[in-house]
């Protein structure tokens, strides 16, 4: 997250317009991008078509078999369950529910985060000191302890209610980098000129405001995913999501529940957590990326090579 914020003390980032496909070569160019966007695309492979990737002998995951507890095998590559569940079947088709989880909360997180912060930086007045107090109270609020009441007292179990609990407790920290970054383009010429055409609040925000801040509302994006899936898998670890769901979180649940190490299966509990461990690594260099895309001062220097002196 830290880098989140140095891009948001960025000077004006977005403002300088790109050439067509610059933010692409930019992408490219950049070795964290590339790294954390193929890890990226791997997971979405993994959610979108689970199957490609499974045994046709082990399709359904949650089918319950005679071999439990069994160590990794050329039929189980991963070991089984208590109940003789493929762990590999399991990790593999809990990704969708752990990408889902990443993307609608760090959308809905991010989405906030642009809705309280722009307004409160371009409205001014009552309206920004009424919105930068609902900003500060979240802010110094324990999260993860209020996560863990919400979840169990909203509805424990409930997608959803996980879902809606980490867009609620993640994004205060996004709206200040937004109001921050608002509030640097509000006198500035291009808006001058829009108030001057007599254009509407709403059309000046959507149209000339959030496309300069594009740059840090992506990074502000992959860390609110960042945060929300690291959130979830602890939650579901604690068993406050649904046991009978397949996420990686849940598979560490049981894996904690069933004793997997004290049994000697240490791929059981291992594996999710690597698995979250690489989308959170995804993100987070992804995050950095756009960072150092947006804000040219945290690019690392590149040495040249000296001239062979004659």
Not at 2 to 20: I, W
Not at 119 to 131: C, K, M, P, R
Not at 198 to 212: D, K, M
Request: aromatic share 8%; charged share 10%; proline share 5%.
């Amino acid at each position: 997250m830290s880098a989140v914020v140095a891009g948001a003390s960025a000077p004006v980032a977005g403002v300088s317009r790109r050439p067509r496909g610059g933010l692409l070569r930019a992408i490219l160019r950049n070795r964290k991008a590339v790294i954390g966007a193929c890890l990226l695309l791997l997971f979405v492979l993994l959610a979108a078509f689970p199957g490609l990737f499974v045994p046709g002998a082990h399709h359904d995951p949650q089918a319950i078999g005679d071999m439990p507890l069994q160590g990794p095998s050329g039929a189980h590559w991963l070991g089984t369950t208590g109940l003789g569940q493929d762990v590999y079947a399991q990790l593999i088709y809990s990704t969708r529910e752990s990408l889902l989880i990443a993307v609608v909360a760090g959308a809905g997180a991010t989405m906030l985060s642009v809705l309280i912060g722009v307004s409160a930086a371009y409205l001014g007045g009552l309206a920004d000191d009424g919105l930068s107090m609902l900003t500060d109270i979240f802010l110094v609020l324990p999260t993860f302890p209020l996560i863990i009441v919400l979840a169990t007292y909203a509805g424990k179990g409930n997608l959803t209610v996980i879902v809606v609990v980490l867009i609620l407790t993640g994004w205060s920290y996004g709206a200040r980098q937004m109001r921050a970054q608002a509030l640097s383009l509000r006198n500035r010429d291009f808006l001058e000129s829009a108030r001057v055409r007599g254009e509407r609040r709403s059309y000046i925000i959507v149209v000339e405001v959030l496309p300069t801040m594009i740059s840090l509302i992506v990074a502000n994006f992959l860390g609110a995913a960042l945060y929300s899936v690291l959130t979830a898998a602890g939650l579901q670890f604690l068993g406050l999501g649904d046991p009978g769901s397949l996420s990686w979180g849940t598979m560490l649940y049981w894996a904690q529940n069933q004793g997997a190490l004290v049994n000697g299966l240490p791929a059981w509990a291992l594996s999710p957590g690597l698995a979250v461990a690489l989308l959170g690594v995804s993100f987070a260099l992804l995050n950095y990326a756009f960072d150092e895309i947006s804000n040219p001062a945290l690019r690392p220097v590149r040495r040249r090579r000296a001239k062979p002196t004659s």
